[in-house]
T-cell receptor, first 120, second 108 residues
Framework: QVQLVESGGGVVQPGRSLRLSCAASGFTFTNYGMNWVRQAPGKGLEWVAFIRFDGSNKYYADSVRGRFTISRDNSKNTLSLQMNSLRPEDTAVYYCVKDWGSGWCFFDYWGQGTLVTISS | EIVMTQSPATLSVSPGERATLSCRASQSVASNLAWYQQKPGQAPRLLIFGASTRATGIPARFSGNGSGTEFTLTISSLLSEDFAVYYC??????????FGGGTKVEIK
């Protein structure tokens, strides 16, 4: 069965960096685009970033472009999100999300999420 | 950016009743719309894609309709496990991928 397991969340001060990871299993990782979606406490869902199955294309939400970098290691079935210059408004649960594939970017599998708290 | 607007924000329904949730796009998204269900403390779950196709394992009491800018999710007869927050998401014109603000379906 498909499993997406995030790690790396925690409490960090504003301006600092954090790196999230997602270990994927149960599907052919190299065939699918992957995403990060976040959810601030008590709020709705916000798409953060996408990476194509082969890593050749990456897209970001305006709110994180230039500060966050999405990457993947297809040899290790791992997705990452490098987050720099963190702000209090980045506080959220971050979900690793698999897309449907074939160019259709809706989300059929989600990880359990990892909480990132930005606070001094 | 395509803005997705869901209504109502909260829907109070009795078990066994029908619930109809709305999602409106600021411009046409064709049929490239998905619906998700999220329960407290859990990740969202895909219910519907292509505006009307149920995802694997989703009961037939969930149905989606619409195209262009107006969409609905109907739960024909609410069970206790259906009380949750529901989100729509467009994937027609991106980036960015955008979600609606959610509709909370609560017990009346």
């Amino acid at each position: 069965q498909v499993q997406l397991v995030e790690s790396g969340g925690g409490v960090v001060q504003p301006g600092r960096s954090l790196r999230l990871s997602c270990a994927a299993s149960g599907f052919t990782f190299t065939n699918y685009g992957m995403n990060w979606v976040r959810q601030a406490p008590g709020k709705g869902l916000e798409w953060v970033a996408f990476i194509r199955f082969d890593g050749s294309n990456k897209y970001y939400a305006d709110s994180v472009r230039g500060r966050f970098t999405i990457s993947r290691d297809n040899s290790k079935n791992t997705l990452s999100l490098q987050m720099n210059s963190l702000r209090p408004e980045d506080t959220a649960v971050y979900y690793c999300v698999k897309d449907w594939g074939s160019g259709w970017c809706f989300f059929d599998y989600w990880g359990q999420g990892t909480l990132v708290t930005i606070s001094s | 950016e395509i803005v997705m607007t869901q209504s109502p924000a909260t829907l109070s329904v009795s078990p066994g009743e029908r619930a109809t949730l709305s999602c409106r796009a600021s411009q046409s998204v064709a049929s490239n719309l998905a619906w998700y269900q999220q329960k407290p403390g859990q990740a969202p779950r895909l219910l519907i894609f292509g505006a009307s196709t149920r995802a694997t394992g989703i009961p037939a009491r969930f149905s989606g309709n619409g195209s262009g800018t107006e969409f609905t999710l109907t739960i024909s007869s609410l069970l206790s496990e259906d009380f949750a927050v529901y989100y729509c998401q467009q994937y027609d014109n991106w980036p960015p991928l955008t979600f609606g603000g959610g509709t909370k379906v609560e017990i009346k």
